[in-house]
Nanobody, 118 residues
Framework: QVQVVETVGGLVQPAASLRLSCVAS????????MAWFRQAPGKEREIVAT???????YHADSVKGRFTISRDDVKNTAYLQMNSLKPEDTAVYYC????????????WGQGTQVTVSS
């Protein structure tokens, strides 16, 4: 069983930056695919960014150029650096991992609220 724990998000002003962190347990973190999802009020959950193999990444078009996913395999930690935040980025952000299975993202964090508002 992989435990996933995210840091607390917060309330920030438009154009500000915020970094989310996510720690996933287990001795094989380097093999885990890591991802960030988000769900805004009244909307379906959407994928924001993924990282697997430490090199390959994906960023949704809505965040490309503003958000960056990264990881530190020594610390068992994945990050989501969010720059130039917009009100439409307001959502609950979730970290997830496949635990190294290469299949679905079956392990999820509890979610953290990010609110972008002036």
């Amino acid at each position: 069983q992989v435990q996933v724990v995210e840091t607390v998000g917060g309330l920030v002003q438009p154009a500000a930056s915020l970094r989310l962190s996510c720690v996933a347990s287990g001795p094989s973190f380097g093999t885990y695919a890591m991802a960030w999802f988000r769900q805004a009020p009244g909307k379906e959950r959407e994928i924001v960014a993924t990282n697997w193999g430490g090199v390959t990444t994906y960023h949704a078009d809505s965040v490309k150029g503003r958000f960056t996913i990264s990881r530190d395999d020594v610390k068992n930690t994945a990050y989501l650096q969010m720059n130039s935040l917009k009100p439409e980025d307001t959502a609950v952000y979730y970290c997830a991992t496949d635990g190294g299975s290469g299949e679905d993202y079956e392990y999820w964090g509890q979610g953290t609220q990010v609110t972008v508002s002036s």
